[in-house]
């Protein structure tokens, strides 16, 4: 017979904690309904519960990231078996990449959320959390590294975004796919993960930007990164990973301050690559001292850099960093 799990649940607000009032209005609750739920998996399960946050997820940042990390590493401390956390989606996918890149990949952690509040017709909220319980405590879903569970799909932190703003199968995975499903009464993984290297990290710096690439776009928005502060800035390139010419001299100007800057792609498939030698191309970006980060969308990039900073990363140890999102 197997064991009864011990799971913790870090709720931390977001839809799957609100409700709708009688305007029509998706309002936080001062109680998550979620978080009473005390018998789902009964007899498999040994559910605990930290109300960590009640936010709505606009409103986390890397500081609130940590914390959840830190009350993660305590919980494997004590023997919990797996961690769930309910967070709402808006964000949801740089948090759960947060606590991929920061913890050790040995207990599971399940990221899940809902698109419609608890008391909405076709509420996703309590399904979902169902589903992540089981994830998480499913022995298959050890060393996976953080991933994320909505919808009965199993999709890793790293590749994992939101594509809708309110259908129920907002969160694919492009180029990859997910990972798994959530079967009947265990979570069914048909893709190996290759795991990258994690950073333990105890604090966060600050100031570490995205810029999104446009047709015509000059150095404009670039010239006000240039300042002492700026700590790093990743730039969502055109098509496989090319910039207008008109934008160069003001991204010299950041390199030239040392400032550490990443390339991605602002198509929604493929990865950044080096392709293209022409004035702003993916070529000359990477001579100019661009790194190039393959398969991470502009805000997973930004997580990773920052989380890399925080580290105390710098140069060629930054770049290798950045540069093996795809092994
Ligand atoms: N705007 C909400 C939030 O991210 C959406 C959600 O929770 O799903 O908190």
Redesign the pocket.
Same mark, same amino acid.
């Given at each position: 017979m197997t064991r009864v799990k011990k799971i913790l649940a870090i709720h931390t *607000? *977001? %839809?799957? +904690? $609100?409700s709708q009032n009688d305007k029509g209005e998706?309002v936080p609750n001062a109680q998550n309904p979620i978080a009473q739920q005390e018998t789902i998996l009964a007899g498999r399960v040994e559910l605990f519960t930290d109300e960590m946050f009640n #936010? =709505? +997820? =606009? &409103? $986390?940042t890397p500081v609130q990231m940590l914390q959840i990390k830190q009350r993660i590493d305590q919980a494997e401390r004590d023997g919990i078996d797996g961690v769930v956390i309910t &967070? !709402? %989606?808006? %964000? #949801?996918e740089e948090t759960a990449y947060f606590l991929d890149l920061t913890l050790p990949s040995t207990i599971p952690v399940v990221v899940t !959320?809902? $698109?419609r +509040?608890s008391n909405e017709v076709g509420s996703d909220g309590l399904y979902n959390f169902q589903s992540a319980i089981e994830v998480a405590a499913d022995d298959a879903s050890r060393g996976n590294g953080a991933m994320v569970v909505m919808n009965d799909e199993i999709h890793t932190a790293r590749y994992v975004t939101k594509t809708h703003t309110t259908n129920v199968a907002t969160f694919r995975t492009p180029t990859f796919g997910p990972i798994g499903i959530v079967a009947k009464d265990h979570a069914a993984y048909f893709q190996k993960l290759i795991r990258q290297d994690t950073c333990d990290i105890d604090h966060v710096v600050d100031h570490v930007y995205l810029i999104k690439a446009y047709a015509g776009m000059d150095g404009s928005l670039f010239g006000f990164l240039d300042n002492d502060e700026t700590a790093g800035l990743v730039i969502e390139g055109l098509g496989a990973g090319n910039l207008p010419p008109q934008t160069l001299p003001a991204i010299q100007r950041l390199l030239d301050r040392k400032i550490p800057i990443v390339l991605v792609s602002r198509c929604y498939n493929g990865v950044a690559e080096d392709i293209y030698d022409y004035q702003g191309g993916g070529i000359e970006l990477r001579k100019m001292g661009l790194t190039l980060c393959q398969g991470l969308n502009g805000q997973k990039a930004r997580i990773k850099l920052l989380v890399g900073l925080s580290a105390g990363l710098q140069g060629d140890a930054l770049c290798q960093f950045l540069s093996t999102a795809v092994s």
């Open positions: *607000g *977001g %839809t799957i +904690s $609100m998706v #936010l =709505p +997820s =606009p &409103h $986390m &967070h !709402g %989606t808006d %964000t #949801l !959320g809902a $698109m +509040s």
